[in-house]
């Protein structure tokens, strides 16, 4: 019998996630046990790092962080059809003592953007995606999921794109995702209705991603998932133009949520108290330099 559950976040580095803070917010506010805590593991210590978690009765599973979302398929006994097909997991559920792994990256990232819009569905939809690492092969499952009609995929290196998109169409064939030269970026006439940046440009210490949102004059909403800073050069670009504009943080806690249900069962209360301490702690990041 589980006295306490205990859930972890695991990467590497891991000093700067919000995920225990979200989490033991939720766990006040709702008054369950549990508790929730970062583990730090280097890359020669993560599956034993697992084992040593699960040797834990109270051990209720762990969010999965960069670098280890697809290692963390391996480790696990099975997984869902969504993390199969992004490659990827970002959450080990712990389940008669064998581990099922699932994204809910694609579901966070979605839910966000359909509220945003007002939507239930993308259908008609054209959008351009910047990254294809781990987060925006999440985002390309969640658009098509969602229906879109078209998808323009850019990267900085054209290569990773290329391959990205690769290995999406042996699982989808028809998928309408198209490859936007990085070179083309501000000519092309891929004429977007919505723009996803999943790359990490624009996030404290790297440059911030350089396109002009003036030349896409059909787009309506910006998404940036980068939550630090919370106003990317990206959003601040958007805001001035007047669009709509959406950041990382309503994604972080939108994935969150059902790992939450998944580690502790109950539902994470829905009211901002968490978004609100999620801001206070970027603020004191960014007042420290981090
Ligand atoms: P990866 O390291 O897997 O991929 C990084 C991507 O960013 C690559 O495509 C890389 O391009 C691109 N990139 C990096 N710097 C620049 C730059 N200056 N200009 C243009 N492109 C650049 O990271 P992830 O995919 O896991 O994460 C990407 C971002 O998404 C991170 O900032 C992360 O914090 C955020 N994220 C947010 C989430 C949320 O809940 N809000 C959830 C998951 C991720 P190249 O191939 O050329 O190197």
């Known amino acids: 019998l589980i006295s306490v559950p205990k859930a972890c976040v695991i990467g590497d580095p891991i000093g700067h996630s919000l995920s225990p803070l979200?989490?033991?917010?939720?766990?006040?506010?709702?008054?369950?046990?549990?508790?929730?805590?970062?583990?730090?593991?280097?890359?020669?210590?993560?599956?034993?790092?697992?084992?040593?978690?699960a040797a834990d009765p109270n051990f209720v599973g762990a969010n999965i962080t960069l670098p280890y979302k697809q290692e963390a398929l391996l480790v696990a006994d099975t997984s869902t059809k969504i993390a199969t097909s992004i490659g990827a997991a970002n959450l080990l559920i712990r389940k008669n003592n064998k581990f099922l792994a699932d994204n809910t990256d694609a579901a966070g990232f979605i839910g966000p953007?359909?509220?945003?819009?007002?939507?239930?569905?993308?259908?008609?939809?054209?959008?351009?995606?910047?990254?294809?690492?781990?987060?925006?092969?999440?985002?390309?499952?969640?658009?098509?999921?969602?229906?879109v009609e078209r998808v323009f995929l850019c990267n900085r290196s054209d290569s990773r794109a290329k391959i990205l998109l690769q290995e999406l169409l042996i699982h989808d064939p028809k998928a309408n995702v198209k490859l936007l030269k990085w070179s083309e970026r501000n000519r092309s006439d891929c004429q977007p209705d919505i723009i996803v940046n999943a790359s990490s440009a624009g996030m404290t210490g790297f440059d911030s991603l350089d396109i002009n949102l003036g030349f896409y004059r059909t787009v309506s909403l910006v998404y940036d998932l980068v939550y630090q800073p919370i106003l990317t050069p990206l959003l601040a670009q958007s805001?001035?133009?007047?669009?709509?504009?959406l950041g990382g943080l309503d994604m972080l806690i939108s994935q969150a949520k059902p790992c939450f249900i998944a580690f502790f069962g109950i539902d994470p209360p829905s009211d901002n108290t968490a978004k609100l301490a999620l801001l206070r702690a970027l603020q004191v990041m960014a007042g420290s330099g981090q």
Request: aromatic share 6%; net charge positive.
């Open 22 to 53: 979200l989490h033991t917010t939720w766990l006040r506010q709702t008054g369950a046990k549990g508790c929730y805590t970062s583990l730090h593991l280097k890359p020669d210590e993560f599956v034993s790092g697992i084992a040593n978690l």
């Open 239 to 245: 805001k001035e133009l007047g669009l709509v504009s």
């Open 113 to 147: 953007l359909l509220c945003a819009l007002g939507l239930k569905t993308l259908q008609g939809k054209t959008v351009l995606v910047f990254g294809a690492g781990g987060a925006a092969r999440a985002v390309l499952e969640a658009l098509l999921c969602a229906g």
